[in-house]
């Protein structure tokens, strides 16, 4: 029994962990991303008419179907991203000449009530032409705008065919 030392049994021995500090802490962190957390801006909803699949046969087009009447608000972009002009034009009319509105709301807010109004209850269709570098943010607007004015068939497309 040469090299064996025989120990006692002592106490037990509870590591420390100071739980108090760490809840402080994580609390702090906690209250710091939550103040200092900035989300970037909503795009804004989106309202648009999607094509009916009434299903069924092959139907022969009457001449007294209501064709609704079309507009076509050509938004062009300018460097910084905003809008730079705007012009509306009704498709397939004998007066084709495009009417332009600047690069203001108020004015293009105006011109499609007119137009709105003059259709007197026939179904309305607005394309929105989109130039290519126009902010998401004045798309949007235009939308916000024709879904106040009444239109229902909102289309927002790319200005290049390339594109659609």
Not at 17 to 33: G, H
Not at 67 to 80: D, N, Q, S
């Amino acid at each position: 029994m040469f090299g064996i030392r025989r120990t006692k049994p002592g106490d037990l021995v509870d590591p420390d962990l100071p739980i108090t500090p760490m809840l402080d802490m994580s609390f702090q962190l906690m209250a710091f991303f939550i103040f200092t957390f900035r989300p970037a801006p909503t795009e804004g909803q989106i309202v648009l008419a999607l094509p009916k699949d009434d299903g069924g046969g092959q139907g022969i087009p009457s001449p007294t179907d209501d064709r609704p009447v079309t507009l076509v608000a050509r938004a062009e972009a300018a460097e910084t991203g905003r809008i730079a002009g705007i012009t509306l034009v009704e498709r397939d009319a004998a007066e084709t000449k495009p009417e332009e509105l600047g690069a203001d709301l108020k004015k293009y807010q105006a011109a499609l009530r007119a137009r709105y109004n003059g259709f007197k209850g026939k179904p309305a269709k607005l394309i929105i032409e989109v130039g290519d570098g126009l902010l998401q943010e004045y798309v949007v607007n235009l939308l916000d705008v024709a879904v106040n004015v009444g239109f229902t068939d909102v289309a927002p497309i790319p200005l290049d065919p390339k594109k659609r």
